[in-house]
């Protein structure tokens, strides 16, 4: 039995034309916190530092390919914003939104991330308040202190650019 080569016929009009639409929409973002300050604050709250913050894991256990849920969120933002659905400006702040959700894990909760002694005597009064400079007292319960001042919070965006070709 012999097999002849047989020309394979392409609509090459359309895949240009859609391959074009999705070169001008070519776009690479990056969600974070941009702010030195508040990226300091951010990283040694993620990963601790020790003998001073014990490590509450935000960013790394809520934005990372391991976790199914942001993966699935990803792929619907950018199948969104490809289609036309949402614009640049909404996938970004969808996505900056979905960022700030890891200050709420229930993983921060958990009981081996909890308040130092030290920490609980101060909270209690029975030991002074060091001097941080701090001029407002936070007006979360004890648990969410530390987890986030709603500055850090604020301070998480994203940018977008071009994608280079």
């Given at each position: 039995?012999?097999?002849?080569?047989?020309?394979?016929k392409m609509e090459r009009k359309k895949f240009n034309k859609k391959l074009k639409e999705l070169q001008?929409?070519?776009?690479?973002?990056?969600?974070?916190?941009?702010?030195?300050?508040?990226?300091?604050?951010?990283?040694?709250?993620?990963?601790?530092?020790?003998?001073?913050?014990?490590?509450?894991?935000?960013?790394?256990?809520?934005?990372?390919?391991?976790?199914?849920?942001?993966?699935?969120?990803?792929?619907?933002?950018?199948?969104?914003?490809?289609?036309?659905?949402?614009?640049?400006?909404?996938?970004?702040?969808?996505?900056?939104?979905?960022?700030?959700?890891?200050?709420?894990?229930?993983?921060?909760?958990?009981?081996?991330?909890?308040?130092?002694?030290?920490?609980?005597?101060?909270?209690?009064?029975?030991?002074?308040?060091?001097?941080?400079?701090?001029?407002?007292?936070?007006?979360?319960?004890?648990?969410?202190?530390?987890?986030?001042?709603?500055?850090?919070?604020?301070?998480?965006?994203?940018?977008?650019?071009?994608?280079?070709?």
């Open positions: 039995m012999r097999v002849r080569n047989m020309p394979v001008k929409k070519a776009k690479t973002f990056e969600v974070g916190i941009f702010n030195p300050e508040s990226a300091r604050k951010g990283m040694l709250l993620d990963r601790g530092e020790r003998g001073q913050q014990i490590a509450r894991p935000w960013f790394s256990h809520n934005m990372t390919v391991y976790n199914d849920d942001f993966k699935d969120f990803m792929v619907e933002v950018i199948d969104d914003f490809y289609n036309g659905k949402i614009s640049e400006k909404e996938a970004g702040k969808l996505m900056a939104d979905f960022c700030k959700s890891g200050l709420d894990l229930a993983e921060l909760k958990d009981p081996k991330f909890e308040l130092t002694e030290y920490t609980k005597l101060i909270k209690a009064g029975l030991l002074k308040r060091p001097n941080t400079g701090r001029r407002k007292a936070s007006i979360e319960e004890a648990e969410k202190i530390g987890v986030d001042s709603g500055k850090m919070r604020k301070s998480i965006t994203y940018k977008s650019r071009k994608t280079k070709k």
